[in-house]
């Protein structure tokens, strides 16, 4: 399918999970539907909870409900303004109305978990290393990891990231959410461990962990540190080109 088709013509959507990440459920409507094979249907929202594959976050899945219909979400897509949503019919005809949108909790639940454990690793690496710490990609799916440009650490320097994760998580600290003009928000970014990587947009979303540096971030994370109880580094992969992985449990 060219989702060309799917967004053409749509003034974009309204992304309720940049604001509200502990949102489980919500009403929105349906303004676009265009039918797939397999009982698979394209639809647009005029607001999602949904939050796309991208960023190294898996696509939330979860349930849409009408009150004639009910369609399984399996895939979230960002494409140009608008997020499309991949669902499979489950019963009924699905038509443009206003809905009931579920997310599969417990999935995303661990992603916002993960993707918080993530920049705390970030942290706890530069903290570790005393450098300035550069990621160049994560997966928070299956199986999760970080992956940064240098030297990798030794064991025991994992070990003392760990122990250093663990005793901020053990504290606990807030973890927020600014919005800020991109000038406003430069100076700030340039020490960002994925500084190379920020999208350019005219406003930046930082991500802001208790005691930690903020970061540009569109994902979902999870209020406070102490949600995430414990952080297990389970290996180190060493990449090409002096780079390496760090893949975690949280
Ligand atoms: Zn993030």
Redesign the pocket.
């Known amino acids: 399918m060219n989702l060309d088709e799917v967004s053409k013509g749509h003034a974009g959507t309204e992304l309720t999970y940049l604001h509200e990440m502990n949102l489980r459920s919500d009403q929105a409507k349906i303004v676009k539907l265009v039918p797939d094979k397999g009982g698979h249907v394209y639809l647009l929202l005029d607001k999602t909870i949904f939050h796309p594959k991208g960023?190294g976050q898996p696509s939330d899945t979860g349930t849409i409900t009408g009150s004639e219909f009910q369609l399984t979400v399996k895939k979230a897509i960002h494409h140009q303004d608008a997020i499309v949503h991949w669902a499979k019919v489950v019963n009924g005809t699905p038509k443009i109305a206003p809905v009931t949108c579920t997310l599969d909790w417990p999935r995303r639940y661990s992603t916002m978990k993960r993707?918080?454990a993530?920049?705390l690793l970030d942290h706890c690496l530069g903290q570790s290393s005393n450098t300035h710490v550069v990621t160049t990609d994560s997966w928070l799916g299956e199986p999760c990891y970080v992956a940064y440009r240098g030297k990798a650490p030794s064991r025991d320097s994992l070990r003392d990231i760990e122990l250093l994760a663990n005793e901020k998580i053990a504290s606990g600290g807030t973890v927020s959410i600014k919005f800020m003009r991109k000038e406003a928000a430069a100076p700030l970014l340039s020490q960002a461990p994925n500084f190379e990587r920020i999208p350019d947009l005219e406003e930046i979303r930082l991500?802001i962990l208790a005691g930690c540096a903020p970061?540009p971030?569109?994902?979902?994370?999870v209020s406070d540190l102490k949600e995430l109880q414990q952080l297990s580094l389970l290996s180190l992969q060493e990449l090409p080109d002096a780079a390496f992985r760090l893949y975690f449990h949280v």
């Open positions: 960023g993707h918080t993530a920049h991500v970061i971030c569109g994902g979902t994370h």
